[in-house]
């Protein structure tokens, strides 16, 4: 059991705008940043966004973050086949003292 | 370029013990809390360890405590990972993975992994 909460799966059709949800407590998400990340299949993650709404150069703006409170969201929007992957949330818990993960979720293009 | 090369990883005995190292460059290496998070075949991303630039700072997951040890080697650019006591559950992908700032965040790079194989 994940300490952050995302959805299992995700869809969309290639266009499409879809959005990831991470759900957290006080002491990760409302009192930290949160970050995102991309994993390929047989690959390392990738960071896709990190202080909850920034992000690195290279990762294309059709990937934004935000968060409210204890929850967090990651968009992608025009969304295309490459983005078929496993996308986690992450944070600094303040009460675990360590790095929280969310089960991830794996985005199908349809 | 920031890089994060590990090694170390194998197959080992239930009971046994690992050495799992990683190789750091690109970027200043003292002044970034390393990490390092696991990944068992199929399942999610957890994190496992994780070290201050100074080193002076460790902080472990509950599943590893008293177990594993981090240590880093800033003449050297290295960050280590001492696991005993393997258990089957420890079997995973292991990453090294560089904090975004400082110590108590994420991570903005990660290495290509290293498998460790727990299995009699």
């Known amino acids: 059991q994940s300490v952050l909460t995302q959805p299992p799966s995700a869809s969309g059709t290639p266009g499409q705008r879809v959005t990831i949800s991470c759900s957290g407590t006080?002491?990760?998400?409302?009192?930290?940043?949160v970050y995102w990340y991309q994993q390929l299949p047989g690959t390392a993650p990738k960071l896709l966004i990190y202080r909850s709404n920034q992000r690195p150069s290279g990762v294309p703006d059709r990937f934004s973050g935000s968060k409210s409170g204890t929850s967090a969201s990651l968009a992608i929007s025009g969304l295309r086949s490459e983005d078929e992957a496993d996308y986690y949330c992450a944070a600094w818990d303040d009460s675990l003292s360590g790095v929280v993960f969310g089960g991830g979720t794996k985005l199908t293009v349809l | 370029e920031v890089q994060l090369l590990e090694s170390g990883g194998g197959l080992v005995q239930p009971g046994g013990s690992l050495r799992l190292s990683c190789a750091a460059s690109g970027f200043t290496f003292s002044s970034y809390g390393m990490s390092w998070v696991r990944q068992a075949p199929g399942k999610g991303l957890e994190w496992v360890a994780a070290?201050?630039?100074?080193?002076?700072?460790?902080y472990y997951a509950d599943s590893v405590r008293g177990r594993f040890t981090i240590s880093r080697d800033n003449f050297n650019n290295m960050v280590h990972l001492q696991m005993s006591s393997l258990r089957a559950e420890d079997t995973a992908a292991y990453y090294c993975?560089?904090?975004?700032?400082?110590?108590?965040?994420?991570?903005?790079?990660w290495g290509q992994g290293t498998l460790v194989t727990v299995s009699s």
């Open positions: 070290i201050s630039g100074s080193g002076g700072i460790t």
């Open positions: 993975a560089k904090a975004e700032w400082e110590l108590r965040v994420p991570f903005d790079y």
């Open positions: 006080t002491s990760n998400i409302e009192s930290n940043y």
